[in-house]
């Protein structure tokens, strides 16, 4: 089976390659924030440690810069040696360099391990993207596309859930839920074959057999710039939301904790009809609908009460799951076969990219213009970028 390249959707469940590359997806995007409800507990724990409190906050988004930094050398790598390789050492460090919190003696110790776990999740994100692209076409890569954003919101909400109840217990307990990502090791070696992508070229009819298309890095640049600008917009949710629920007054952090639980399953369940809206809306229409919905749910979160609130998270979360699985599915049709690993890492790190400056753009934004304004000012370019995708999707042949 190593050799098959899957084009019906109808077997990707049949295929212990696919279960092995979305148990995988789970481990990714949210790892950074499973830690989340145990920080107040190693603050206290570390409280005599110089920087403490700075050091302490700076655990969550510390391997997005490890991510951001080594996403493309773990591209290049895999393009270079291998992507099997780079799975499996991903997975083994992800478990170490996550567990080892558990044990370390101090802050900065703990600090070098966060960032090994971000070059784990650069590992790991940047081969499983790319062997996705290698073992599959057609619709069978366009809902493992849709399946992946699935597994990675899944996979947040069951870490972070999991994370709140063992923080009770200890605050270095949640450390212990990276761990489970060892037993991925033995699939990973049993069933991930490494591809031979020039090879599988040949055989494979049309673009997404891994032919180029004439301007495929130019392409993956603006790719790579738009696919920034959403998680730069998007991100103001889980950093932003908790402070603009807390400024309304009355139990903030468990209506945060509701929102962005509603967020999140959102986007898990959207995964799931991806092919289903790219096969009648294409890319283009499925860009349009999806920053559509990102913007009417900024829109509602200008508007008081719980059920606008609410239905505001439903839109985002469905939204971002409609819009993010094109990045990828585009790239990867696009690009030539032996450069996928490196166009997995670009995407990955502007993803990070976003992340990071999320904060830098929205808090002088909200100090200027108010939670409000900002969210209407996030409202009014993701409607620009529904329009332009509208547009797009009217130009015959426009890639």
């Known amino acids: 089976m190593s050799g098959q390249i899957v084009s019906g959707s109808d077997a990707i469940w049949k295929d212990p390659r696919a279960i092995t590359l979305l148990l995988a997806a789970t481990l990714t995007i949210m790892a950074n924030a499973t830690i989340s409800p145990a920080l107040p507990g190693i603050e206290a724990e570390f409280s005599g440690s110089p920087n403490a409190a700075l050091l302490t906050r700076f655990l969550v988004p510390a391997p997005s810069l490890s991510v951001l930094i080594f996403a493309p050398v773990a591209g290049w790598l895999a393009d270079r040696y291998g992507r099997r390789w780079m799975l499996l050492l991903g997975v ?100 991930v074959t490494e591809p031979d992508p ?80 790219n096969r009648i809306l294409q890319e283009a229409g499925s860009y ?46 696009l690009s030539p076969a032996n450069r996928r690993g490196i166009v997995a890492g670009a995407l990955m790190a502007s993803v990070f990219l976003g992340q990071i400056l999320s904060p830098a753009v929205s808090i002088p934004g909200i100090a200027a213009l108010g939670f409000q304004g900002m969210f209407r000012a996030a409202a009014v370019l993701l409607a620009c970028l529904a329009l332009g995708a509208a547009m797009w999707a009217l130009i015959p042949g426009s890639i």
Do not use: C
């Open 92 to 191: 083994v460090l992800f478990a170490f360099s996550g567990v080892a919190g558990l044990m370390l003696p101090d802050l900065t110790s703990i600090m070098i391990s966060r960032l090994l776990l971000g070059v784990a999740v650069a590992m790991i994100m940047t081969a499983q993207t790319a062997l996705i692209g290698d073992y599959f076409v057609g619709d069978a890569r366009r809902s493992m596309m849709g399946l992946q954003t699935s597994a990675r919101n899944f996979g947040g909400l069951l870490f972070i859930t999991s994370a709140g109840w063992l923080a009770l217990i200890s605050s270095r307990l949640p450390f212990a839920i990276y761990g489970a990502a060892i037993i991925l090791a033995p699939l990973v070696w049993r069933h």
């Open 288 to 333: 349009a609908l999806g920053y559509t919905l990102m913007a009417g749910g900024f829109l509602l979160l200008t508007i008081d009460g719980d059920l606008w609130h609410s239905l505001a998270m439903v839109a985002i979360g469905g939204g971002l799951a409609t819009v993010m699985p094109n990045f990828i599915a585009l790239a990867l049709a």
């Open 198 to 277: 020039l090879r599988q070229n040949k055989h494979a009819a049309g673009p997404e057999g891994g032919t180029a298309h004439a301007r495929w890095r130019m392409l993956l640049a603006g790719l790579a710039l738009l696919q920034m600008i959403t998680s730069l917009v998007f991100f103001m949710m889980p950093t932003q939301l908790p402070f603009f629920l807390a400024a309304q007054g009355g139990d903030h952090a468990a209506k945060t904790g509701l929102m962005l639980g509603m967020l999140t399953l959102t986007g898990a369940m959207t995964g799931f009809f991806y092919l289903r809206i």
